[in-house]
């Protein structure tokens, strides 16, 4: 029986008619093995993952690869939604949510980016984050329970929102313009929908990204951004930070009306607003300033 590779080395020796036959053949069995593959993710069920590589993205800043059980399943989770990771640290059950940079395309592993809340360096917060500096600790070999998926919102595709609070009938929202506000670690499920969107040629949702941070340095997953945005003419990124540098291009302060009404796209029918980062960032800045600007509840979603 011959191997997916054996297929496709066969598909060179074919006559150019012989050849799309062939290769549509190949690709829609691959395709089909990754539609059925098994799911990893249990949501009432911790599974222990193990880590396989640790890769230091900056002084604060990592990105994990954990296996799956099993070589051939993929994660199973649905875009727009997350995962909890859990762990006991200094004898105490600490749970917090994530979501991956990498998405069911990948098959026996998942990545996460993390910035790393290291203790004694915010006054504020004189003990650092607890599950970051976990992870930090761990060592290759070492597993991390996981339980997905959790969240209320998926992204079906194509402009075409579901929403599922709790006690709620299920909503569907239809947009043809997307607006994202991320603050902080909230930008890992905004790439999550970003990267969904491009993957998919039938799919010209414009998408739009406010960022916000401290300092330039505290930017996630910059570069890829940047990268994302410098390819697609749909894809429009904009950053503010509280403490800018002397020379910044960008908006410095809070999010504030001004920055909605020049970097979102306009309230209306067409249009979307994702947000996901610090509670009193959405409480305080976003929804206030989205109001105010003639956003209705039901265009905006905070993860």
């Known amino acids: 029986r011959m191997s997916l590779l054996d297929e496709i080395s066969l598909i060179a020796l074919l006559p150019v008619a012989g050849v799309a036959i062939a290769a549509f053949f190949v690709l829609r069995r691959f395709f089909w093995k990754v539609a059925a593959a098994e799911r990893a993710l249990n949501p009432k069920e911790k599974i222990p993952m193990e880590l396989i590589e640790k890769e230091n993205v900056s002084h604060d800043t990592r990105r994990f690869r954990f296996a799956l059980p099993k070589p051939n399943q993929i994660l199973g989770l649905p875009i727009g939604k997350h995962m909890y990771l859990s762990a006991r640290v200094n004898n105490e059950l600490v749970v917090r949510p994530y979501t991956p940079v990498t998405s069911d395309d990948e098959i026996g592993y998942f990545d996460l980016v ?32 996981v339980r997905g998926p959790a969240g209320h919102l998926t992204y079906l595709g194509r402009g075409k929102i579901s929403i599922h609070a709790p006690k709620k009938e299920e909503e569907t929202r239809q947009c ?127 993860f």
């Open 114 to 145: 993390i910035k790393v809340y290291f203790a004694n360096v915010h006054p504020k917060f004189p003990n650092g984050g607890k599950m970051s500096q976990h992870l930090n600790s761990l060592k290759l070999g070492d597993t991390i329970d």
């Open 176 to 302: 043809k313009q997307l607006g994202l506000i991320a603050g902080g670690t909230g930008i890992t499920p905004m790439l999550q929908v970003i990267r969904a969107i491009l993957k998919d040629p039938e799919d010209t949702t414009e998408m739009s990204l406010l960022f916000a941070n401290q300092t330039e340095n505290d930017i996630l997953l910059r570069k890829e951004l940047e990268e994302i945005a410098s390819k697609h003419s749909n894809f429009k990124l904009w950053f503010t930070l509280d403490r800018p540098p002397d020379v910044w291009r960008y908006s410095s302060g809070f999010v504030n009306d001004e920055m909605i009404a020049a970097h979102m796209p306009p309230p209306g029918a067409d249009t979307q607003i994702f947000m996901c980062g610090p509670p009193p960032m959405i409480k305080f800045a976003c929804v206030p300033n989205l109001e105010k600007l003639g956003y209705t509840q039901h265009m905006y979603f905070s």
